[in-house]
């Protein structure tokens, strides 16, 4: 089994794949962030893409988001209500482990769930955090 990208613990092919494969609809704003973040990691432009609203759609994004050059670590999700999520992602540029938080907003068009705006938080990696790289160390013993 593998494990899926965004943090669920489920394996990939009963939470995210689906999503992206367009077999189902995400149901709440949580799913559809979940299956945005795991579009990330894939490099599947198109998902992002289709999944926005229509104040967001911008149709070369698709190929930025494909050619992207970040290595995506890890997700995690703060707190989730309605219609908004914030939460924590974890990427490597160059040689660096840095990491984003993101207050999401999503909004209902055509009965679909889309995302529609976000608002960036402060956020850095704590010194005694185990290390987003996935060495089970602590971040001050490892990649910082
Ligand atoms: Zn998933
Ligand atoms: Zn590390």
């Keep these: 089994m593998k494990a899926c ?3 669920s613990l489920k ?3 009963k939470c995210c794949e689906p999503f992206l494969l367009g077999k189902k609809i995400p149901k709440s ?3 559809l962030m979940r299956s945005r973040y795991s579009a990330y990691v894939l490099r599947k432009g198109q998902y992002l893409y289709d999944t926005c609203s229509t ?3 911008n ?3 698709i190929k930025s988001m494909n050619e992207q050059n970040i290595n995506w670590l890890s997700l995690k999700v703060q707190s989730f ?4 999520v914030v ?3 974890y990427y490597k540029e160059k040689n660096e482990i840095l990491v984003l938080k993101e207050k999401s907003l999503f909004i209902t068009e055509d009965k679909k769930i889309v995302y529609d705006s976000g608002e960036m938080l402060p956020a850095q990696i704590e010194r ?3 290390c987003p790289c996935g060495s089970g160390k602590k971040y001050k013993k490892c990649c910082r």
């Design 81 to 84: 209500k309605n219609n908004e």
């Design 55 to 57: 104040k967001l759609k």
């Design 128 to 130: 005694n955090e185990i």
């Design 87 to 89: 939460f924590m992602a």
């Design 11 to 13: 394996a990939y092919e």
């Design 5 to 7: 990208y965004c943090d």
């Design 29 to 31: 704003a949580l799913e």
């Design 59 to 61: 149709i070369d994004d």
